[in-house]
Structure formats: structure tokens, C-alpha cells
T-cell receptor
Framework: GQNIDQPTEMTATEGAIVQINCTYQTSGFNGLFWYQQHAGEAPTFLSYNVLDGLEEKGRFSSFLSRSKGYSYLLLKELQMKDSASYLCAVRLRPGGSYIPTFGRGTSLIVHP | EAQVTQNPRYLITVTGKKLTVTCSQNMNHEYMSWYRQDPGLGLRQIYYSMNVEVTDKGDVPEGYKVSRKEKRNFPLILESPSPNQTSLYFC???????????FGPGTRLTVL
């Protein structure tokens, strides 16, 4: 089965750092994605982790611990435009379907 | 320009009137999928396809049909729409050897 949990909403201040957590309980885990989605728009890809550790990409970093079923997305030097929903998605069945299953998303509000 | 297109972008219809939402991608991607997005529920997978003539059910397939007769197209068919199918629909595609999913702009469907 699959159960992907992330906080519903978070708020942070412009210029600060925020960490958005995602936990999952799945069988056949084969990678975890983070997507960003602004209101009324399509999701856009941020990161992909399949091995344990931290992947850094500019102001955004993503971490994975497979043994703990845990990931986080770290956003540094927050900007107002970072206000969006952040979607954690897990890919299942190694060698099978490559279509990920999404959590419910975390709405991030950045205020001045 | 590499893209996923969906049509129509907005549709208001009545219960029971068959409709089709088209999805087309120009990136020669093998994998295509349909999601619906509802407040508080996140993105839920309806159907996916791993190649031409290969389709499979996602998490919420009831009331929907799909077909994959050509690689670039993956239409979503609602034979007899009902009000509980009022939602925001996204089509997405990805290549077999890569991880990022590209999403279409979304179709906002209202069934009265």
C-alpha cells in the first residue's frame, strides 16, 4: 500500500529557510519527487531522489532516507514567489510503472 | 517548443453528456498519465499508459476511460459525467529513461 504524508500548510518569512517534510509508507519504493505548483497552474519538477542523502540545486535542496521513509525539501533565502504548493510524490514498483503517486501537498505562504 | 497540451482548458457540461478531454505531447514520451486534483485531496492518478495500446488503472479510475492509439495522444473520456467528476484535470508525460514528468496546463471541468 501507500501512505504519503506532508503538512497541509506552512508559513515563513521572506529571506528565511523552511523545511517541508514528507513521510511515506510504501512497498516497492523506487524514488521520490518534489514538485512546485503555483495556484491555478501545472506542477513543475523540482527534484528527484532515489538514493539516500542530500541533493542540492540552487536555493532548493532535497533529502532522502529510505530506511526511515522520510524526505524533506529545504528552501533557502525565501522569496515571495516561493509561495506555492509543494508536492511530494513517490514512485513505486522498481522496473514497473514509472508513474508516481502524489501526497496531498503542502501550501507554503511566504510573508514579508 | 516541448510541451503537453490539453483541450479544452475549461468546460461546463451537464450530467450524462459524454465528453472527451484531449492530451497531446510532442516529446516522443512513452509514459502518459491523467490526474485529477481536488481541494484537500491533492493529485490523484486516474489512468496511465506506458506505451501505445498499453493502459492501466490508477487510484480513481471509476467513471473514466482512456485510449492510447498513438504515442503522442492520450485522451480522457467521460462516458456519462456526474457532478462528482467536477475537478481540475492534468495530463502528464515522461520518457522511459528519465524521471521528470511534464504536465499539461490543466482542464477545469464542471459537471452540473
Amino acid at each position: 500500500g501507500q501512505n504519503i504524508d506532508q503538512p497541509t500548510e506552512m508559513t515563513a518569512t521572506e529571506g528565511a529557510i523552511v523545511q517541508i517534510n514528507c513521510t511515506y509508507q510504501t512497498s516497492g519504493f523506487n524514488g521520490l519527487f518534489w514538485y512546485q505548483q503555483h495556484a491555478g497552474e501545472a506542477p513543475t519538477f523540482l527534484s528527484y531522489n532515489v538514493l539516500d542523502g542530500l541533493e542540492e540545486k540552487g536555493r532548493f535542496s532535497s533529502f532522502l532516507s529510505r530506511s526511515k521513509g522520510y524526505s524533506y525539501l529545504l528552501l533557502k533565502e525565501l522569496q515571495m514567489k516561493d509561495s506555492a504548493s509543494y508536492l511530494c510524490a513517490v514512485r513505486l514498483r522498481p522496473g514497473g510503472s514509472y508513474i508516481p503517486t502524489f501526497g496531498r501537498g503542502t501550501s507554503l505562504i511566504v510573508h514579508p | 517548443e516541448a510541451q503537453v497540451t490539453q483541450n479544452p482548458r475549461y468546460l461546463i457540461t451537464v450530467t450524462g453528456k459524454k465528453l472527451t478531454v484531449t492530451c497531446s505531447q510532442n516529446m516522443n514520451h512513452e509514459y502518459m498519465s491523467w490526474y485529477r486534483q481536488d481541494p484537500g485531496l491533492g493529485l490523484r492518478q486516474i489512468y496511465y499508459s506506458m506505451n501505445v495500446e498499453v493502459t492501466d488503472k490508477g487510484d480513481v479510475p471509476e467513471g473514466y476511460k482512456v485510449s492510447r492509439k498513438e504515442k503522442r495522444n492520450f485522451p480522457l473520456i467521460l462516458e456519462s459525467p456526474s457532478p462528482n467528476q467536477t475537478s481540475l484535470y492534468f495530463c502528464a508525460s515522461s520518457s522511459a529513461g528519465y524521471n521528470e514528468q511534464f504536465f499539461g496546463p490543466g482542464t477545469r471541468l464542471t459537471v452540473l
